[in-house]
């Protein structure tokens, strides 16, 4: 199955902590879909879609999605995480107070600040203040998980461009 991230982004461009996200995801194995929700956000679609690793960017141009606040963003990806066994954003504020949310709303648990990927189910995360690291298996269909970005190289950006769709609101 396919993969999501929840890309970072100002509408014009795509942030650093995407790439590093997208990144991990290629590590699962599997097509790495890249969603974009903002308002005006193509030229951030575009710069998603030269990412290195990327199959699909999903762009959901809107205005209700022009300040990106997490209420209007988990319910557009709770309606869109059926059709992907992973979905990933990175682990920073916008990532943290959105992606709880979609668990919450989904009935699953959310893996947080992952430094390593051991295989499609079981990832490594700190615990105690990052003194100690621990190895957790998830069970659940869809895995939400935040990436902690500094553990994971950057993808490439430029390249073949990957197809842009539009998603409905």
């Given at each position: 199955?396919a993969?999501?991230?929840?890309?970072?982004h100002d509408?014009?461009s795509?942030k650093?902590?995407?790439?590093?996200?997208?990144?991990?995801?290629?590590?699962?194995g599997g097509?790495?879909?890249?969603?974009v929700?903002?308002a005006?956000?193509?030229?951030?679609a575009?710069?998603?879609?030269?990412v290195?690793?990327v199959?699909?960017v999903?762009?959901?141009?809107?205005p209700?999605y022009?300040?990106?606040?997490?209420?209007?963003?988990?319910?557009l990806?709770?309606?869109l995480?059926g059709?992907?066994s992973?979905?990933?954003?990175?682990?920073?504020?916008?990532?943290?107070?959105m992606?709880?949310?979609?668990?919450a709303?989904l009935?699953?648990?959310?893996?947080s600040?992952?430094?390593?990927?051991?295989?499609?189910?079981?990832?490594?995360?700190?615990?105690?203040a990052?003194?100690?690291?621990a190895?957790?298996?998830?069970?659940?269909?869809i895995?939400?998980?935040t990436v902690?970005?500094?553990?994971?190289?950057?993808?490439?950006?430029?390249?073949n461009?990957?197809?842009?769709e539009?998603?409905?609101a």
């Open positions: 199955m993969i999501l991230v929840i890309a970072e509408n014009q795509i650093a902590a995407t790439l590093n996200t997208v990144s991990a995801a290629t590590k699962l097509d790495v879909h890249v969603l929700a903002g005006g956000c193509g030229a951030a575009e710069a998603a879609a030269k290195a690793g199959a699909k999903r762009v959901c141009d809107a209700q022009e300040a990106q606040t997490a209420e209007n963003v988990a319910e990806v709770r309606g995480a059709g992907y992973h979905v990933l954003a990175p682990a920073s504020t916008a990532g943290k107070n992606l709880p949310r979609v668990a709303l009935d699953v648990a959310q893996i600040d992952i430094v390593a990927i051991e295989s499609a189910d079981t990832f490594v995360r700190p615990i105690y990052g003194n100690a690291l190895t957790v298996k998830s069970a659940d269909a895995k939400l998980i902690r970005t500094t553990a994971f190289d950057a993808a490439e950006a430029g390249g461009a990957a197809p842009v539009a998603v409905a």
